[in-house]
């Protein structure tokens, strides 16, 4: 399939210019969800690129662009990554792959419902569940196969796929020592243990964001990830 959108997102997808709605997606996101997007102006070193992995619409390389050099950001559903591209500012470097810890060709699962595609649950694992959903071929590649420097922030937002992900980045991480933000929901083959352990293993610390506070991972016995992991660099 070549085109995932439907009638309900052409009919939502707005009349404004895509730049300007960005910017309105972006306020919108800051007072209702991302709770972490308002914590990026303290975590984000200054001076540095920035990788947005899972970038959607590009929510995350709008807010990165204004604390960063760089951005690159990374997105294999082909309706958002023409969305990507033409919204994000002039900073922002795009790429229509998808990320992982082996390249190579593969398959992006797209959840559907009757009239509508869910493109914020795209994944390459197959999430079709009771709905089905639609398919289409991506390329895959790690990002330490990119010639990225100066990389201060990693943001990983992969529906299951953000241990492949850092897996992938393994020389990236160890050379530049990046802060990095991880979903870390338990959706696919790894738990969100494994992928904290994971970080811990590589020399970093863990918080998460609970009932609007920021708290040390392991450190509070009832701490729980609900969404979002930080890594910081030990």
Known sequence: MSK????????????????????YQAKRATNR????????????????????????????????????????????????YNYLKAAVPKNVNTYEVALSDKPGPATFHLPTSPGRFHHTQGSLMDVSGDTGAA????????????????????????????????????????????????????????????LVDYMLDSGYIALVYN?????HYGKNPNTKITHNCIFLPE
Do not use: W
């Not at 590009?58 to 958002?80: D, H, R």
């Not at 990236?172 to 020592?177: A, S, V, W």
């Not at 009932?211 to 708290?215: D, F, P, T």
């Open 33 to 80: 969800q991302e709770h972490e997007l308002a914590l990026l102006p303290h975590i984000v070193p200054r001076n540095c690129n920035a990788i947005d992995g899972g970038a959607h619409k590009g929510i995350y390389s709008y807010y990165l662009s204004k604390l960063c050099q760089n951005v690159e950001a990374f997105e294999p559903n082909p309706t958002m």
């Open 135 to 194: 398919t289409i071929d991506v390329e895959v590649k790690t990002l330490d196969s990119y010639q990225l420097s100066n990389i201060g922030f990693l943001k990983l937002d992969l529906e299951g796929y953000e241990l492949p992900a850092l897996k992938g980045a393994a020389n990236l991480i160890e050379r530049d020592r990046p802060v990095v933000l991880a979903e870390a929901t338990g959706i696919g083959s790894s738990s969100p243990d494994e």
């Open 4 to 23: 995932l959108i439907s009638t309900y997102d052409a009919l939502r997808f707005p009349i404004l210019p895509k730049k300007t709605y960005l910017k």
């Open 211 to 215: 009932e609007g506070r920021l708290l």
